[in-house]
């Protein structure tokens, strides 16, 4: 049973560092797994995702300023967030879904966050100016 839990977030000025962590108790390492964050009065948006070969896609408001990363020996997946700007407050949420295709040609394709089947619980990040 997939079961991610996320920790990490809090408050802190403009400009400074947060690391947020998902560990997925279920030990699924074969999911794809993401973060998705979501503003007060705005829709959710996809921040970054890891494929399988490793390879990161992120949205562009944070590109060049957050890492998105996975230790599989630890089921855990991590968000380094630098740089952090007022309009990065929101909810982060570390989602996962099943990945396409067959052992070593499966992928993760890019989905829309209402795409995702799995959630964590969600951990605020809020940076003031």
């Known amino acids: 049973q997939v079961q991610l839990v996320e920790s990490g977030g809090g408050s802190v000025q403009a400009g400074e560092s947060l690391r947020l962590s998902c560990v997925d108790s279920?030990?699924?390492?074969?999911?794809?797994m993401a973060w998705v964050r979501q503003a007060p009065g705005k829709e959710r948006e996809r921040v970054a995702y890891?494929?399988?070969?490793?390879?990161?896609t992120y949205g562009d408001s944070v590109k060049g300023r957050f890492t998105i990363s996975e230790d599989n020996r630890k089921n855990t997946l991590y968000l380094q967030m630098d740089s952090l700007k007022p309009e990065d407050t929101a909810v982060y949420y570390c989602?996962?879904?099943?990945?396409?295709?067959w052992g070593g040609g499966a992928y993760c394709p890019s989905r829309q966050p209402h795409e995702y089947t799995y959630w964590g619980q969600g951990t605020q990040v809020t940076v003031s100016s």
């Open positions: 989602v996962a879904d099943h990945p396409l295709g």
């Open positions: 279920g030990a699924s390492s074969s999911l794809c």
């Open positions: 890891i494929d399988k070969d490793g390879s990161t």
